[in-house]
């Protein structure tokens, strides 16, 4: 079994920046492609942003000028940088990882954008 747990969402103001941490544990050995998804109030969930244990990224049309996925694997954490907030980012925002067929979901932190 893998356990994620997410943090560093909250309220911030348009134009501010959050960075969301994912900590991996448990079953972890041969990680490899780690994801983060959002899904706004009557929404589906979408994927935002893609990271291989390499280093490719993957970012939605969206956000790929201002979020920015990056991860350490020695400490088995991804990061999502996010600045330029705008309203429409509200969400929670959800880390992924897909092994051995399995999904695997944190519980997710809730960023909201407003003044």
């Known amino acids: 079994q893998v356990q994620l747990m997410e943090s560093g969402g909250g309220l911030v103001q348009p134009g501010g920046s959050l960075r969301l941490s994912c900590a991996a544990s448990?079953?972890?050995?041969?990680?490899?492609?780690m994801d983060w998804y959002r899904q706004a109030p009557g929404k589906q969930r979408e994927l935002v942003a893609r990271?291989?244990?390499?280093?490719?990224?993957y970012s939605a049309d969206s956000v790929k000028t201002r979020f920015t996925i990056s991860r350490d694997n020695a400490k088995n954490t991804v990061h999502l940088q996010m600045k330029s907030l705008k309203p429409e980012v509200t969400a929670v925002y959800y880390c992924?990882?897909?092994?051995?067929?399995?999904?695997?979901w944190g519980l997710g932190t809730q960023v909201t954008v407003s003044s």
């Open positions: 992924h990882l897909l092994k051995g067929g399995i999904d695997f």
């Open positions: 448990g079953s972890i050995f041969g990680l490899d492609t």
């Open positions: 990271i291989t244990i390499t280093g490719n990224t």
